[in-house]
Antibody, heavy 114, light 112 residues
């Protein structure tokens, strides 16, 4: 069955870089878009970006050049990296499958604090 | 960016009653290919959002037929014909016609 699971650091210091891995099973990354969505107290649900089945990416300009999405199809993993973290980046980060997000991971809570 | 406005913020409902949620977009969600990419999600407490409806009115696999979606252009509605206890949570609309994808701020369905 389709499964997605995010793994993140939990706590990140301001100005540092966030790295989250989404490990999937039950489908191929070369067949589906993979999205990153976050949920913060300040802005609610926010689309961050996606990586297409072919490997190209689109990002929300809100995150300007801070964000990078990549994947390793051999390991069934999708990666999110975001630098210059601020306290406002505290929230739950989700990966989701599909042009229209259908299957979602459980989310990983990221707290940005010194 | 397309702004998605959901009303009301909170919806107190008695079990068995009908619930209606509104979602309005700041520009038309009609894509040049003729489809309108408006979806509805339910987020139960402590869980990830789960998809209910896609392309305005199509129920996702396993979603009960008491859920229905309607609308066009910039004005959309989700209805629950008879609210059951497992329907409680926050309902969000999402547009994926335009980039960036944007979500509404949600409507919380509560028991009256």
């Amino acid at each position: 069955q389709v499964q997605l699971k995010e793994t993140g650091p939990g706590l990140v210091q301001p100005t540092q870089t966030l790295s989250i891995t989404c490990t999937v099973s039950g489908f191929s990354l070369t067949s589906y878009y993979m999205q990153w969505v976050r949920q913060t107290p300040g802005k609610g649900l926010e689309w961050m970006g996606f990586i297409r089945s072919g490997g190209s990416t689109e990002y929300n300009s809100e995150f300007k050049s801070r964000l990078s999405i990549s994947r390793d199809t051999s390991k069934n993993q999708v990666f999110l990296k975001m630098n210059s973290l601020k306290t406002e980046d505290t929230g739950v980060y989700y990966c989701a499958r599909g042009v229209m997000p259908t299957y979602w991971g459980q989310g990983t809570l990221v707290t940005v604090s010194s | 960016d397309v702004v998605m406005t959901q009303t009301p913020l909170s919806l107190p409902i008695s079990l068995g009653d009908q619930a209606s949620f509104s979602c309005r977009s700041s520009q038309s969600l009609l894509h040049s290919n003729g489809n309108t990419y408006l979806a509805w999600y339910l987020q139960k407490s402590g869980l990830s959002p789960q998809i209910l409806i896609y392309r305005i009115s199509n129920r996702f696999s396993g979603v009960p037929d008491r859920f229905s979606g309607s609308g066009s252009g910039t004005d959309f509605t989700l209805k629950i014909s008879r609210v059951e206890p497992e329907d409680l949570g926050v309902y969000y609309c999402l547009q994926h016609t335009h980039l960036p994808l944007t979500f509404g701020s949600g409507t919380k369905l509560e028991i009256k």
